[in-house]
């Protein structure tokens, strides 16, 4: 597609439930990133995958969090057993992979855990 | 560690300037960028730099980096009131994976 496209726009689910966030990044990027913004405050990085492999998942707050991406395309980032505290805008991006390739990111996830 | 932070909110009337400051702390950034991100929405990239530059411009954006003092900014000629929005600056480093540190973001209101 023409950008990253992510899905659902909105996510509403009851604490304790499990919920799986879609990002589907731009086509031939082979680098994808997913990110987190709470209300008022800046990115934080969760986890990159280069093809379909993660060297980096040192941002994943905690086992309840997850992602994995397949075909070197989709990913799903997948939270279980969701926290108020899990409530956020997660945003993913991806990038050509090269050296002074920008990240282009999608419109987000809006997730409220009530 | 890494660090980068920015001021929280700026003021400017409309057709004036605006000059948002960035300050980073890894001494191996590669690349510097601006991202601007309107209510709703994700985040659009604006400019970067290469960090063995000390100016870009592009249409009514300036960028300045002074390595030496990890300083970085971005300056909006004739700013409109479509340019309200939170500015994010970002650096890349050499052993981060191509990953983006984010600062916290200056929201910039423009008033009429």
């Known amino acids: 597609g023409a950008g990253v496209s992510q899905s659902p726009s909105n996510k509403v689910t009851e604490k304790g439930k499990d919920v799986e966030l879609r990002c589907d990044p731009i086509s031939g990027h082979t680098a994808l990133y997913w990110y987190r913004q709470r209300l008022g405050q800046g990115l934080e990085f969760l986890i990159y995958f280069q093809g379909n492999s993660a060297p980096d998942k040192s941002g994943l707050p905690s086992d309840r969090f997850s992602a994995e991406r397949t075909g070197e395309s989709v990913s799903t980032l997948t939270i279980q057993r969701t926290q108020q505290e899990d409530s956020a805008v997660y945003l993913c991006?991806?990038?050509?992979?090269?050296?002074?390739?920008?990240?282009?990111f999608g419109n987000g996830t809006r997730l409220t855990v009530t | 560690g890494e660090d980068v932070e920015q001021s929280l909110f700026l003021s400017v009337r409309e057709g004036d300037s605006s000059v948002i400051n960035c300050t980073y702390t890894d001494s191996s950034s590669t690349y510097l960028y601006w991202y601007k991100q309107e209510p709703g929405a994700g985040l659009q990239l604006l400019t970067y730099i290469f960090s063995n530059m000390d100016m870009k411009q592009d249409q009514r954006l300036t960028v300045l980096l002074n390595k030496k003092d990890k300083h970085l900014s971005l300056r909006i000629a004739d700013t409109q009131t479509g340019d309200s929005a939170i500015y994010f600056c970002?650096?890349?480093?050499?052993?981060?994976?191509?990953?983006?540190?984010f600062g916290a973001g200056t929201q910039v209101v423009v008033t009429p």
């Open positions: 970002a650096e890349k480093t050499t052993d981060s994976w191509g990953k983006l540190q």
């Open positions: 991006a991806s990038s050509s992979g090269l050296a002074n390739s920008p990240l282009h």
